[in-house]
């Protein structure tokens, strides 16, 4: 057995409130031992007979990001497209067929480099976890291709065949609703099966079948919920036990009421929220509520071309209207949460070694300092790692 102390950690986001103060259960001057990638010990006394040793004098360290919602497998941008918003262009799903046009002429190596470099900067900015879904083939040969090289970098991979109706079944959709049932389902290997519940994408009904084939074909629930539109999104989410319910930018009182009673997680998005149609304040209303909350990267070409999780956190402070606190939780245990995984997300004996250490006195300073990148190393089973590995 290998073990590594970290010492002298000025602030340590243990996420355990029976460990630590506050509401996310924070220490000062901590040592955190692991032991063959897991944490063994957590102390404010100095260990003895650990193999190596890890000096933090002045740093924070905190559970590395579990970003729970991503779009990494695509090729080409939509640099255009974002500056015509900036001109007062309002943001629709009719963008996402440019991108899938762009996604089904790359080669398997171009979707899996631009992933990988994606990949790349999430891990410099603190993430550790990352799901991944595919969604930009929108054919069986290209959804299913996707998810193969998603699987490559993650365990938690999504089939979302349902993002919106492709060019070719424009005048036949429930046959594109047929082709995910009938074909692409019963091929997937994916962990979660997703749909876009929303406005220019998938109605109710033909959601709700595709998540229940998932569902049949062994896949678990996430949606995209009330992104750009009020409707049954949520509501679906919480009938089908979902994990997660999505973005869920326009949910009502009701929605939010009927989440907070759920074990079905609300995900909001930031950098969506930033670069699409901010909603002022909209965290606060599912905090009050008592709904548990993730906040994501939302990572595409579209939305929100953001990997960095700190980002999502300045942003769900300033405008989301969540305490630095909250952010924080969000981000990390909120993420594994709305993942269903235990092992992640907490720094608590037993837990995977998998954390962020910041050149920074607090983790206040993530949302303190938009912008600037405060990571020193990123630790996945107790090794610093410089690139994405699975
Ligand atoms: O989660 N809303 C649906 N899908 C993505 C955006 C896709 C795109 O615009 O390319 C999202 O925001
Ligand atoms: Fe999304």
Not at 4 to 20: E, M, P, R
Not at 32 to 44: A, C, K, N, P, R
Request: charged share 20%.
């Amino acid at each position: 057995m290998s073990s590594i102390a970290f010492t002298n950690i000025a602030t340590l986001v243990t996420n355990d409130v029976s460990a630590g103060e506050g509401a996310i259960g924070v220490l000062h001057n901590a040592t955190v031992v692991v032991e063959d990638g897991l944490i063994s010990q957590i102390t404010q006394t100095r260990p003895s007979g650990v193999d190596s040793e890890v000096d933090c004098s002045g740093k924070t360290l905190l559970p590395g990001f579990v970003d729970s919602h991503s779009h990494l497998i695509f090729a080409g941008d939509r640099a255009d497209e974002f500056a015509t918003r900036s001109q007062g262009a309002k943001y629709t799903a009719g963008g996402i067929a440019s991108t899938v046009k762009a996604t089904r002429a790359a080669s398997d190596a171009d979707l899996r480099q631009n992933a990988q470099r994606l990949l790349n900067e999430a891990l410099s900015t603190g993430t550790t976890t990352m799901e991944i879904k595919s969604g930009y083939g929108l054919t069986e040969k290209d959804e299913l291709r996707s998810l193969a090289i998603a699987s490559e970098f993650t365990d938690e991979t999504t089939l979302l065949a349902a993002h919106v109706i492709p060019e070719e079944f424009e005048s036949n959709p429930d046959g594109y609703v047929e082709l995910i049932i009938n074909s692409i389902i019963p091929k997937s290997k994916a962990k979660w099966i997703d749909a876009f519940c929303d406005l220019d994408a998938f109605d109710p009904e033909q959601s709700e079948a595709i998540l229940r084939a998932g569902v049949a074909a062994g896949m678990q629930v996430r949606i995209h919920a009330n992104q750009l539109s009020a409707g049954v999104g949520v509501a679906l989410a919480v009938a089908l036990d979902a994990a997660s319910a999505d973005h869920v930018s326009k949910s009502t009182n009701a929605d939010i009421e009927l989440l907070a009673s759920s074990n079905t997680v609300a995900t909001l998005l930031p950098g969506a929220e930033f670069s699409t149609h901010l909603q002022s304040g909209l965290g606060r209303r599912f905090l009050d509520a008592g709904a548990t909350v993730a906040i994501a990267s939302d990572c595409n070409p579209g939305s929100s071309y953001t990997t960095t999780i700190p980002f999502c956190i300045a942003t769900a402070v300033s405008l989301l209207g969540f305490t630095v606190e909250e952010a924080v939780k969000a981000a990390t245990l909120g993420g594994a949460q709305a993942l269903r995984r235990t092992d992640i997300g907490m720094v608590s004996v037993g837990k995977r070694a998998d954390f962020v250490l910041l050149n920074a006195p607090s983790y206040i300073h993530l949302a303190y300092r938009p912008g600037v990148n405060l990571v020193h190393s990123t630790y996945k089973s107790g090794r610093a790692v410089t690139s994405w590995q699975k």
